[in-house]
Every structure is written in structure tokens, then in C-alpha cells.
């Protein structure tokens, strides 16, 4: 073959510069999330010393939270593959979260905040399915986990920035909660001028309307590993009741109300660090060990936030729960995957979203609970029985969840 033919030879296509979109929808996660860290990290205590809510009403308000925007999600997805418009739902998603910014600066009682929070957390699910699937469609299939990963890491960003902007806007505006959560709804209406104006939905390859989105009788199909699994990955979630309360348990030992959102930057920090090492490592250890793992480092969070008789000690107890995080983020999801068979991994992970949902619901009440009428400790004590009972059930369950199939 002559030279002059070899160089004509079509080269391997390299992989280029991520869409503009990419970053678009990266940077619109950055906003949304200083926008609502900045609320979250002071709410738990706004709730209890400005409005006099207790412990079992600050649960009550983030279980159910949380558990909407579980719920929620197993249904945006598909809706979003029935209709066609990923925009559209993102869009409505992210404005949700955005009006819901002024109406806890607005708040007056634990029941506006619980509306506004319902309002945020709705938001939240809708948008969270929509969203991944435009990263997944505007990336070329050779970078989609390049875009992927730069999507979360600037969502991660924006988690830090909120905790760390609300200790500066609380020493700014002298403790006064209702300024600064005027100033969360800056960011959050940013978001959503930027997705409306930044980005330009790709033409869909499937015609909405085909189909039913969600097929319950398919569920017969899923294995008994599968509900193991389900069943461990509930009471775990049990054990991972709303993190105000480690909010609330920094603020009870002492740490002054200006930085009390330093509590989820640690946790964020360390969360951060690990997720990346350990995710690495389930490719390599058996997933179920790894888990175990987890759920041991939880049990010696809860008992050291149990023991911790100051805010120094509670934020090493949160250092650990970052770390559990770090350590058990993703490997219950890639068990799930393990488990179901490749046609029905959106159904299987919807279901595992519903009934944790419910499970965070019910554990974030009963720690509040048990916060009201026991004291701080015999929460943490509690979250440690449950991760000791999803740990026995992982055990019984070990040998199933290992051989379960790489679909």
C-alpha cells in the first residue's frame, strides 16, 4: 500500500469537546443546588428555633420530602419516553424548585415550609429522569460518560457552594434566616432562565404516545434475588433517616447557628472523596462485602453522633455518614441492576425508588420520635439497630446477590 493511500485511510474519531449543551445542563444542576442547599442546610434549625416545630414535625417534613421526590421520579422517566418532551418536564421540574424558593422565605409555620418543601421535592423528581435522559440523547455515545460525570461533578459543586454561601449570608444578615433564604431564590430562578434559553431539545427517535409507560404485571418477572436485595436495601434506608438530624445534633452541641450548613459540607466533602475510590473498588470486591462495609461504618457514625456531647465530636460522627455514603452510593443501584433483567431495569429501579421512598418516610418520623420523647441518642441508637438488621439480612442473602447475573 503506497504512502500516499495510507494517509488518506479514515482515522478512529477521537473523542471531542462536550456539546455546549452538556455544560448547559451542568451548570443549570450547579445553580438548582446552591439555590437549595442554601435553604436546606439552615432549615432543620429555622424550623426549631425560629417556628418551635419539634423533632417528630422537622422528620415528618423531610421524610415525606424526600419520599415524594422518590416517588415521583418512578414516573417522570417513562412519562418522559411516552411523551417525547424531555425539555418540557425538565423544565417544569426546575421552575417548581425555583417558585418554591420564596415561599420559605415567606414561611410563618412548619406547614408553609412543609408545602414548600412538598413543592421543591416534586420538582426534583420531575426533573431528575428528563434531565439524565437529554444528557444521555445531546453527548455522543463514545462521551457519555465523560458528560455524565461532568454533569454531576458541577451538581457536587453547587452542593458545597450552598452551605458555604449560607454561613456567609448568615454572619452577613446577622442570623436572620428569612434574608437568606430571599437570596436562594437568585440562583434558583437563574437555573431555569438558563435550561429554557440554553438548550435546544434533539429531535426524539421514539413518537410519543406509543404504549402504556408503565407495565406493572411485568413485575412477575423479577427475581427472588431481586427482592432480597429490595428488602435489604429498605431497611438500610430505614437506617438513613432525613440528614437534618445530623443538623440538629451540631446545633445541640453547640455550634452557632452562622455555621451550622458547615455540617453538610463536611459530609458533602467527604462523601466527595470516597465515592470515586470506593466506586472503583465494588468493580474489583464482592458488591455485597463492600456493602457490608457500609452499613458498618453507619453503625459507628450513629453511635459516635450518639455519644457526641459536643458539635466537634457530632462532626466526626457526620464525617462518617459522608463516608458510608461514599461507600454505599451506587452499589445497591448496581445490585439492582445485577439482579433485574436488562428489559426491566427501569421498572426494577423504580419500585426500589418507591418503597424507599416510603422507608425514609417512616424512618425520618420515627427519628423524630424517638428525638422528642427519648433524646438524641436513642435516634442514633435506633438508626444503628436497623443498619444491623440490614446487615443480617445482607448476610443471609450474600450468596444470592453474588452470583447474580452481569446483564
Known sequence: MSRQSTSQMPSQPKPGPLPAGIWVLGFVSMLMDISSELIHSLLPVFLLTELGASALVIGLIEG???????????????LSDHLGRRKTLAVAGYGLGALSKPLFAMASSAGMVFAARCIDRVGKGIRGAPRDALVAELAPARARGAAFGLRQALDTVGAFLGPLLAVGLMLLCADDFHAVFWFAALPGALAVALLVLGIREPRSSRRPGQGSPIHWRLLRRLSPVYWA?????????????????????????????????????????????????????ADRWSRPRLLALGLAVLVAADLVLAHAAGWGLALVG???????????????????????????????????SLLCGFAMLVGSALAGLLWDKLGAAATFYAGAAFCLLALGGLLRTRAGTTEAPRA
Open 229 to 281: 436485595i429490595v428488602v435489604v436495601g429498605v431497611t438500610f434506608t430505614l437506617a438513613r433517616f432525613a440528614e437534618a438530624f445530623l443538623v440538629l445534633r451540631a446545633q445541640q452541641g453547640g455550634l452557632p447557628l452562622a455555621w451550622v450548613p458547615l455540617v453538610l459540607v463536611v459530609m458533602n466533602l467527604v462523601y466527595a472523596a470516597a465515592a470515586y475510590p470506593f466506586g472503583r473498588l
Open 318 to 352: 457526620v464525617g462518617l455518614w459522608g463516608l458510608h455514603l461514599g461507600i454505599t452510593q451506587g452499589l445497591l443501584s448496581a445490585m439492582i441492576a445485577d439482579a433485574a433483567p436488562g428489559d426491566l431495569r427501569g421498572t426494577a429501579f423504580g419500585l426500589f
Open 64 to 78: 415525606s420530602a424526600e419520599a415524594v421526590a422518590l416517588i415521583v421520579r418512578v414516573f417522570s422517566g417513562a
